[in-house]
């Protein structure tokens, strides 16, 4: 069968969609995913202070949708500005509180460093005669990164969808939907949700993902929301699921992949990557070239520590001692020799990735992407 990215785009239709840039009163609104499933609240923001709040809160998370959200975050700096040069100052303090919102995820500076570069290239070549003018570019521009991203994942589901055969159960982490892009549509779980548009039998095997459980929060109400059948385990019973061969494939997104093929992930990937190894499960990595750090090293990478209290409690109810000790981390590093292939909208990248990844993320897109076989 074969299948384009246009009639894909009528096949499938985003269903829950957490981010929505209102272009009449120049506000972000975020479905607040530190509510969901329990609740179905929408917080305004209207600053690169509350976008940044709403970020480090966790209300909008993910590694795509808080670029997404740092990008419209940009255009919320320029609102109050009266001259070219104020709008450029404006921007360069929005981009550095936005990037402190949250270290780890590379999209998120990877976005504003994009938004700044074109606002101070517009105003260095009289691209713009002023801040209305300036605002209207960045919106464009915000807009381009959201429409691109949701191609992108359109891609690398195509891509994914290879991976996947009818009947196959995929064991994921966290939430890497389209609550996590922003898009509605995801990552790693974009290959199963148009494996199940298609008419493919697939389902899912979600880990509550503590402490944060994004998998149960989450990752399951996204996908039952979309009719797809998920099947919720707690995070110890990763193992044994695979051990059983509950397991066909392991598909997991990142928030920073590096020219060697160290992805940095949601704390227990780095645990499914080794047991899939050691089973031979293959274990795919998805996301976005934007989402490569093609400059550092593992070892300079800050993997984010967070609030103890996430440990010590579950959603507010005590389950230690009070004041046990806690470390927090919450992602992990996977070397790349448990990784068996990166899906990203420009391809597949296989190992060796200290050669390939470059190859791969470096390249142009190509009309060539635009039709995918599958079986
Ligand atoms: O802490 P979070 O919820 O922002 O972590 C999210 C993840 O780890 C995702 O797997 C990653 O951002 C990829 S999202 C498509």
């Not at 504003?112 to 209305?132: D, F, Q, W, Y």
Request: charged residues 25%; glycine residues 6%.
């Amino acid at each position: 069968m074969k299948i384009s990215l246009k009639e894909l785009k009528e096949i499938y239709k985003p269903k829950l969609v957490p981010l929505n840039w209102d272009n009449e009163r120049n506000v972000l609104v975020l479905l607040d995913q530190s509510a969901l499933p329990f609740e179905k609240m929408f917080v305004e923001t209207r600053t690169p202070e509350e976008v940044a709040d709403a970020i480090r809160q966790m209300k909008i998370r993910g590694a795509p949708a808080i670029g997404i959200a740092g990008a419209y975050g940009m255009v919320t700096a320029l609102l109050n500005s009266s001259t070219l040069e104020e709008a450029l100052s404006s921007l360069s303090r929005a981009k550095a509180t936005l990037d402190r919102a949250r270290p780890t995820a590379v999209n998120l500076s990877w976005a504003t460093s994009r938004m700044l570069n074109v606002a101070r290239n517009a105003v260095e070549n009289g691209l713009v005669k002023n801040v209305r003018e300036l605002v209207d570019l960045m919106k464009a521009e915000a807009k381009k990164i959201y429409d691109e991203e949701y191609e992108a994942e359109l891609q690398m589901g195509l891509y994914g969808l290879e991976k996947v055969n009818d009947g196959d159960t995929i064991l994921t982490q966290c939430n890497a939907g389209g609550l996590a892009t922003g898009t509605g549509l995801g990552t790693a779980l974009a290959p199963v949700k148009i494996a199940h548009a298609l008419g493919m039998k697939v389902s899912v095997i979600a880990p509550e993902t503590r402490p944060w459980l994004q998998g149960s929060r989450l990752t399951v109400y996204e996908l039952m929301a979309e009719g797809i059948p998920v099947t919720l385990i707690a995070d110890t019973a990763v193992g044994l699921v695979m051990y059983k061969g509950m397991v066909n494939s392991v598909m997991v997104g990142a928030d920073r992949i590096l020219a060697d093929g160290h992805v940095f992930n949601k704390i227990g990937t780095f645990k499914e990557a080794v047991i899939a190894h050691e089973l031979g499960i293959p274990f795919y990595v998805l996301a976005p070239t934007s989402t490569f750090d093609l400059k550092n090293s593992v070892e300079n990478v800050v993997i984010e520590e967070r609030d103890p209290n996430e440990v010590r409690t579950v959603r507010g109810v005590p389950i230690a001692p009070e004041g046990a000790k806690v470390y927090n981390p919450v992602f992990d590093v996977t070397p790349p020799k448990y990784v068996t292939a990166i899906i990203t909208e420009k391809g597949i990248i296989y190992p060796p990735f200290d050669k390939n990844v470059r190859k791969v993320v470096e390249k142009k897109m190509s009309s060539f992407l635009a039709f995918r076989h599958f079986h």
